[in-house]
């Protein structure tokens, strides 16, 4: 069985199981223009109702500002981070019913709105895999690691993301929000990848940037879970992780152990 060396860690490895957003590639090169577009076109709706945000913009999704209201980044335990895309749509159209909108039309203009951003998003295919990433995979599948995705997005989209980056082909297993009924934290999402990479939990590893998914990492029971957050950032918020990694230059595959 390949072994998987991190920072003294000796951990007997059959499965890998990654999460997407700010793991495989970098989260505001994705999410950001998203977002700011979202927000955008949402507070435009709103002042048009004679109204605004119920609370200061940064909390609406979890996002933070610079003086010109440029997303700079975000908060690792807030919703853009963690939420679904069913948990995202009904927070924001939690705006628009505050302000009068009845529920139904909520949802609708909300789903619209999103829409219309992730639009823009596909059009500048704004995705890069993380430093190391590559060459990592190419390892673990030199080691007959097997690795998937288990992600709050859409399966549709993480396909389509992971195409964006060229390293679609690394992953046997695709989990999305869509194909669970709880995503994130429960190990829902967890056990069904394992399940499509023919393992047992106990025989794979979680690596992902939120707390969530490390405790989904333990709900399943995975054998280890590994939290990634890049240098110069404060990993306070992977309290469950075993091990934090800052890129993945900080894990070595050894096909034997050796």
């Known amino acids: 069985m390949a072994i998987l060396q991190v920072k003294g860690l000796q951990i007997p490895c059959q499965g890998i199981l990654f999460d997407k957003d700010g793991t495989l590639l970098e989260f505001l090169q994705l999410w950001g223009p998203w977002a700011d577009s979202l927000l955008n076109q949402l507070e435009a709706v709103l002042s048009g109702m004679g109204t605004g945000f ?33 948990e995202s749509t009904g927070l924001l159209a939690g705006q628009l019913y505050a302000a009068g909108m009845p ?26 895999p993380m430093p190391g990433l590559i060459s990592f995979l190419q390892s673990c599948q030199a080691a007959s690691i097997k690795v998937a995705v288990v992600t709050s997005d859409s399966t549709l989209a993480a396909e389509e993301h992971l195409e964006w980056m060229g390293i679609r082909s690394f992953f046997t297993s695709i989990v999305g929000c869509d194909r669970v009924t709880l995503g994130k934290p429960n190990g829902e999402t967890a056990k069904l990848a394992c399940r499509e990479l023919h393992i047992h939990p106990n025989q794979a590893i979680v690596i992902g940037d939120s707390n969530g998914d490390m405790q989904m990492g333990l709900n399943a029971g995975v054998s280890h879970v590994v939290g990634f957050c890049p240098p110069g950032k404060e990993a306070v918020h992977l309290q469950d992780a075993d091990v934090v990694i800052g890129d993945y230059h900080e894990i070595r595959v050894s096909p034997d152990g050796a």
């Open 103 to 128: 529920w139904n039309d909520a949802i609708t203009t909300v789903r619209k709105l999103s829409n219309s951003a992730m639009q823009e998003v596909r059009s500048k295919r704004q995705a890069e």
């Open 54 to 86: 119920t609370m200061e913009r940064g909390r609406v999704l979890g996002t933070v500002h610079d003086s010109e209201g440029h997303i700079v980044d975000y908060d690792r335990q807030g919703p853009l981070a963690i939420a679904t895309v069913d």
